[in-house]
């Protein structure tokens, strides 16, 4: 899951005062981190360093990013049984907090099974036996993947705006794929650290309306502020 130098798959330009320069994926460079191989090498480390230490691995944005999720969830009083797909579920971890916080009817799929067989070992070391972990390709999901009440991604949309592949193709796959599992009037939250504000809500204006943009983390570069990381809650018309 995760890059020495970049954890998270983020590859704008490091010392940008803020993402709002940047209008679209072209300037995004093609990137291992795009590619099932890298993830699929990166989870078998992260395994056996699980079996050998007990080490759960990255969490995708930090500890912040899923209690932003969880409070957000709750404040809204979502209904602990509402039907939840984690899109990209790497460790688990994310659906392991949620589980602790009551909810319970909680599905993440990933395309790495060295992911799935991690986040299953994390699960039952930590005593979470709900969850369901399927290999899946979001992009090609099965049929049993729909009618899912919330749809949560943090940082797969990213990823696969990384690929050496057909990135744009990819992009509106995955588009088609989240019309496909949300059931109408579902939630779809996404944290991003590729894609603007805007950007997101052009890409997904199809079908969707924005509710909400979550408060992240600032920072600050000659003078002007932006965010690192842009979170946003859209609803499915």
């Not at 072209?26 to 007990?54: C, I, M, N, V």
């Not at 930090?62 to 209690?67: A, L, P, V, Y």
């Not at 949620?98 to 060295?114: H, R, V």
């Not at 079908?207 to 600050?220: S, Y």
Request: charge should be negative; include cysteine; charged fraction near 25%.
């Amino acid at each position: 899951m995760e890059d020495a130098g970049n954890p998270h798959g983020c590859e704008r330009q490091k010392d940008a005062p803020s993402q709002s320069q940047f209008l679209s994926s072209d300037e995004f460079q093609p990137s291992k981190l795009g590619t099932k191989e890298y993830w699929d090498h990166a989870y078998e480390r992260e395994l056996q360093s699980f079996y050998d230490s007990g080490d759960v691995g990255e969490i995708w944005f930090g500890e912040e990013s899923m209690d932003r999720i969880i409070t957000w969830l709750e404040l809204q009083k979502i209904p602990k049984d509402a039907a939840l797909l984690d899109i990209g579920t790497g460790n688990g971890y994310f659906l392991i907090e949620l589980a602790k916080s009551g909810f319970t009817n909680l599905t993440g799929i990933d395309n790495s099974s060295p992911a799935v067989e991690l986040a299953k070992a994390i699960a039952e070391k930590e005593d979470v036996v709900t969850l369901k972990l399927l290999v899946e390709d979001f992009l090609h999901p099965s049929p049993n993947l729909s009618q899912y009440e919330i749809c949560i991604d943090k940082g797969t949309f990213d990823a696969i705006s990384l690929s050496p592949d057909h990135p744009a193709e990819k992009l509106s796959l995955y588009q088609q794929a989240l019309h496909c599992v949300l059931k109408d009037g579902g939630l779809f939250l996404i944290t991003s650290c590729n894609w603007t504000k805007e950007e997101l809500i052009s890409h997904f204006n199809e079908g969707f309306e924005l509710l909400q943009e979550l408060p992240t983390p600032k920072f600050q570069f000659g003078g002007k502020t932006g965010h690192s990381v842009t979170a946003l809650v859209f609803k499915w018309k």
